[in-house]
């Protein structure tokens, strides 16, 4: 594959190999869901009993009895969880790429201690501190809202994706840059005009990530959210099992498979601004 | 006002930025407006360090100097937590169990994604659907449908002895029951779910200009010099941020192992992440104190890595911003 | 116009931006819950499944009709994650006004001060235990004081698999047994049920049956100074015990068994019918049965033979408790005692939470139980008849959570072979002493 000149029909055995790779590892990724989807249309006592992908009885049960099995039905918490995560994209995308444009572009004094602290702020597991920023989120009276959710977001604690992006901006020569300086741009219109455009693979990443991430955090959305109007997906999904009681797996198979959904939706709609990639005709030589 | 005599060929430029800027009164030479541009980009972050993170923080390093459980106020026991900690077995196995995973998991996982990212960049028909397909096994992350199937797939009757047989190996272990095989099962996991950095890498590889490509190959170069010489050196920086990013989740890893053992760590503690070790004495036990002083014990650990990692980097990453 | 520096009013406008986005999220954000009205806002947090937040929803319904000044707002979360929830809650200065609590649990919220002492309202009848069982609500007393009312109680049990016991055909399922005879009868079932499937789970991790074990030989697993009760001979003989079983067969093989500890109950041995026997909790047999095409049965726990104390004991579902500093304590002490009495309120939570303590709601609820749950209630009667339950006096202190995950690990541990009885009994005994130290 990695010699001089293939032959055609080398290449046509290559490619062929290759689709083959790819479909293959495609199944191994796809194989979960296939299962998934296949118990929600189980009852819940033929789950764990029958071996096999094809239920031996069908029923939408689980999708209708799930959809409304708390107070309220799921579209609120379907509807919150949206709330929240596009809160949280728009905060990080902002916030982090504005950290970001500073690490890798700018110089200013004490830098590099600011990036240490910043990527410092990474490595400390969250579980830990949780339990003070709730006793200060309980204070400002946020709790039972969004805002201990958004908020931090809005103001670049995801130190993850600061990273990421400043990884991406410092692989964009400089040359558009000193061009633009000497067009007499300012900081602020090189950052919006030229880095932002340039690192729209790593910004609609960044958008992917946090989306995906916030959608499917349960520890600190368990934490902050205390009435159900406020639960969000995977709040609510927790509440379908339970060790002391009777759980209801096929209704959490079920509303697992439709918040796929979203998740989903969302990763297909910005991967286009993964392909369109980078439009760099612009640099000389 | 401050000239700049390095940039002669500014010059022209620089004066007239300084002559409006004189007209506006204000002082700033042209390094003072970078500093105040790199403080005002970085206001927001400043403000969550501050306000979210610095505070719980040294909250957290306070409390681990305490014994602490929650339900009232803290006791001072000094450095009581962490001379524990060195004396106790189940740490030490969580921190083997932890090594053992970190540097299994993350470079077989970015073999993966690299290659995999390789091959799809080809421009192949359906691309979009396969990327979408491979990035499946990370949407559904730390589900607990994950770990129902993970547990089914793994057991004794499960779908890996099924292919097993297929090949004539008749194999009867249950792995994910297994001491010696659970913690293999969750490596496989971590590597399943590949889809995170090979998007990144994508992202990356669509970031290098096709001109270098057009001009190397107008150059004679085969594929494997183009990858050699023009694919990897430009993608270095990515490389090196999937490399620390991985290996900083990967020392937190969490919810694999919580999941697939129930909380326990089992069997026999043989899944025992550090994190879950962590859970389990913090908001299990109650010991938070012990439980903080941890943490910072792994963000510690996490940091000598990471710097280690960074100093090594000036000897492979190429960043495309450096002026010669 | 060149612009050479910083616009400060666009850097305004960024930060009016954000300010603006920030309080449209606080609108957006749920209610805070506080209205103008004379309203007293009461919270209870309590963990279960969606099944039982329905119950519990239609039980406060009532209460808020005829209490109209009052409004009770419910949340609700998994077992687990309530303890963590709840303890974070606490930390941060806010604990819900009634909290169901867990008997493992109750001894350190009632050491931290953070129950109410329920006497007076007992005494002043607003909570009526006239007719509730003297037995459970002994069992559920700290330091001799009641700090929750027990909502159901249930027996330690051998759930087993109707199914496979007919279809193995090796004799009528005796009324009561030994723990040997139990090895024995569980033997005889492996052999005719043949391959994958065995007679019982292994239950050498399980610290329940454990417990009936060391209650037989007359002690308890803790004493009332906060030491342990149960001896090293005890937990070598434990041990010892159910290795002479996996030798048999009568035991599943301890992959098996592993397997089963990691899920909840869908793992089980019994659901996934590679045991027939399953040990654990009167109350469960609906979650079992729910997951399973064959019929589940209920039967008594082995006995310790001639000579032995009876060991099963009617144990606390869950409580229902008062946080110590809630500003409405004839309110909350009033929805206690109303979950209690009130025959609506009994008919609304049914028996989902366990056998209700008093003879009146018992005998409400009788005629609309199901099948299982008439199962359940005929089996905790019969236990209570038979004499081979005593109470248990003693409380299980604070690390009394920590010693039941070392036995689950060191039983495991020696079922692998990776340490001897001996050395595994050794390592849990001080494990045991040193998580009581710790607390």
């Known amino acids: ?285 | 006002m401050i000239r700049n005599p390095e940039r002669p060929a500014r010059k022209e430029a620089q004066e007239i930025r300084q002559e409006v800027k004189r007209s506006r009164g204000l002082k700033l030479s042209s390094e003072g407006k970078e500093n105040l541009a790199g403080y005002l980009f970085l206001l927001p972050w400043f403000a969550g360090l501050i306000l979210l993170t610095a505070g719980p923080m040294i909250s957290s390093l306070y409390l681990s100097f305490t014994n602490f459980d929650l339900l009232s106020a803290p006791v001072w026991v000094g450095l009581q937590n962490y001379l524990a900690m060195f004396q106790d077995l189940r740490w030490l196995n969580a921190v083997k169990v932890t090594l053992i995973y970190v540097f299994l998991s993350v470079p077989l996982k970015m073999v993966f994604a690299l290659a995999l990212a390789m091959l799809l960049n080809r421009g192949l028909r359906g691309l979009a659907i396969y990327r979408a397909v491979y990035y499946v096994p990370s949407l559904l992350g730390g589900s607990v449908a994950i770990a129902i199937l993970w547990r089914q797939i793994f057991d004794t009757s499960g779908l890996v002895n099924q292919v097993l047989g297929w090949v004539g190996i008749k194999s009867a272990t249950s792995w994910i029951s297994s001491p010696n095989y659970a913690l293999g099962t969750l490596i496989i996991l971590a590597v399943w779910q590949f889809g995170s950095p090979m998007i990144i890498f994508l992202a990356g590889l669509k970031q290098i200009p096709m001109e270098y490509y057009e001009a190397a190959t107008t150059d004679g170069a085969g594929k494997l010099n183009r990858f050699w010489h023009i694919t990897l050196p430009l993608l270095t920086p990515i490389v090196f941020f999937n490399m620390i990013l991985q290996m900083v989740g990967a020392f937190q890893a969490f919810t694999p192992a919580f999941i697939v053992s129930g909380g326990t760590g089992g069997p026999v503690d043989s899944t025992l992440f550090y994190t879950l070790y962590i859970y389990q004495e913090g908001f299990g036990n109650l010991h938070m104190g012990y439980a903080s002083a941890m943490a910072w014990i792994l963000l510690i650990a996490i940091a000598l890595f990471t710097t280690i990692a960074f100093l090594s980097s000036r000897y492979w990453v190429f960043y495309q911003d450096e002026r010669k | 116009m060149m612009k050479a520096t910083y616009n400060r009013r666009q850097v305004l406008q960024m930060g009016a931006a954000s300010a603006a986005g920030l309080s449209f999220l606080a609108a957006c954000g749920g209610s805070g819950g506080s209205s103008t009205t004379a309203t007293k806002h009461l919270q209870l947090f309590f963990w279960g499944t969606t099944s039982r937040d329905k119950l519990t929803r239609q039980a406060i319904q009532l209460f808020d009709q005829k209490h109209p000044d009052v409004k009770i707002t419910s949340q609700f979360t998994d077992f687990n994650s309530y303890w963590n929830k709840l303890s974070t809650q606490i930390a941060g200065g806010g604990a819900p006004d009634l909290i169901q609590m867990d008997m493992r649990y109750i001894a350190q919220y009632v050491k931290k001060g953070l129950l109410l002492d329920l006497t007076d309202p007992i005494a002043k009848k607003t909570i009526d235990l006239s007719d509730f069982d003297q037995t459970l609500l002994k069992g559920s007393l700290v330091n001799g004081k009641s700090y929750g009312i027990p909502l159901g109680g249930n027996y330690q049990a051998q759930l087993y698999d109707q199914d496979l016991i007919a279809k193995a055909n090796v004799g009528e399922l005796p009324a009561t047994f030994t723990w040997d005879e139990f090895g024995t009868y569980c033997a005889k079932l492996a052999k005719a049920l043949g391959k994958g499937v065995w007679g019982t789970a292994d239950e050498s991790t399980n610290i329940t049956a454990f417990e009936l074990w060391t209650r037989q030989h007359g002690r308890d697993l803790y004493t009332t100074d906060g030491k342990l009760g149960f001896t090293q001979q005890d937990v070598s003989d434990w041990f010892t015990y159910w290795s002479g079983l996996r030798k048999s067969g009568a035991c599943v093989p301890i992959e098996i068994a592993a397997g089963a500890m990691t899920g909840g109950t869908p793992t089980t041995n019994l659901v996934k019918g590679q045991a027939v026997f399953n040990l654990t909790l009167s109350n469960l047999v609906d979650a079992f049965q729910a997951l399973m095409q064959h019929k589940v049965g209920i039967h008594m726990t082995p006995t310790g033979g001639t000579g032995a104390q009876p060991g099963m004991y009617l144990k606390t579902s869950q409580l229902l408790s008062v946080s110590a500093t809630t500003k409405y304590v004839s309110d909350s002490t009033s929805f206690v005692g109303f979950l209690i009495n009130d025959p609506g309120a009994i008919k609304a939570i049914n028996v989902e939470r366990g056998i209700p303590g008093s003879a009146k709601a018992k005998a409400l609820l009788q005629p609309t139980l199901t099948p299982s749950q008439q199962l359940v209630l005929s089996y905790v009667n019969s236990v209570t008849q038979s004499g081979n339950a005593r109470p248990k006096e003693v409380l299980d202190p604070a690390g009394a959570g920590a010693i039941e995950q070392s036995l689950m690990r060191t039983a495991q541990a020696v079922g692998f072979g990776k340490t001897s009885i001996a050395d595994g009994a050794k390592s849990f005994y001080a494990d045991a002493q040193k998580a009581l130290s710790q607390g």
């Open chain 1, 1 to 285: 594959m990695l010699q001089g000149l293939p032959s055609k029909e080398q290449r046509g055995w290559t490619r062929l190999l290759i689709h083959i790779i790819i479909i293959a590892v495609a199944l191994l990724m796809v194989y979960p869901v296939i299962w998934l989807l296949s118990a929600s249309f189980k009852p819940t006592s033929e789950i764990f009993t029958s071996a096999g992908l094809l239920p031996k009885v069908w029923t939408l049960d689980n999708y209708f009895q799930g959809w409304t099995a708390l107070d309220y039905s799921f579209d609120t918490f379907f509807a919150n969880s949206f709330i929240v995560c596009l809160g949280a994209v728009v905060g990080n995308v902002i916030s982090c790429s504005m950290a970001a444009y500073a690490f890798a572009r700018l110089r200013f004094k004490f830098k590099a201690l600011w990036f240490a602290l910043m990527l410092g702020t990474i490595m400390l597991p969250y579980n830990v501190i949780v339990v003070p920023q709730y006793v200060l989120f309980k204070d400002l009276g946020w709790v039972n809202s969004f805002l201990p959710l958004i908020v931090p977001k809005f103001l670049a604690t995801d130190a993850f994706f600061i990273f990421l992006l400043i990884q991406f901006i410092r692989g964009i020569p400089r040359d558009l840059d000193d061009a633009a300086k000497i067009d007499g741009c300012n900081h602020l219109t090189m950052y919006i005009r030229i880095i932002l455009p340039l690192a729209s693979p790593a910004l609609a990443t960044t958008a992917i990530f946090t989306f995906i991430w916030t959608w499917s955090d349960f520890f600190t959305q368990l934490i902050f959210l205390d009435d159900q109007s406020v639960y969000t997906v995977p709040v609510a999904l927790r509440t379908f099992l339970d060790s002391t009681g009777v759980s209801s797996y096929g209704q959490l198979f079920a509303i697992s498979v439709l918040s796929l959904i979203p998740i989903f939706g969302f990763f297909i709609a910005f991967q286009r601004l993964l392909i369109e990639g980078v439009a760099t005709s612009g640099i000389k030589g």
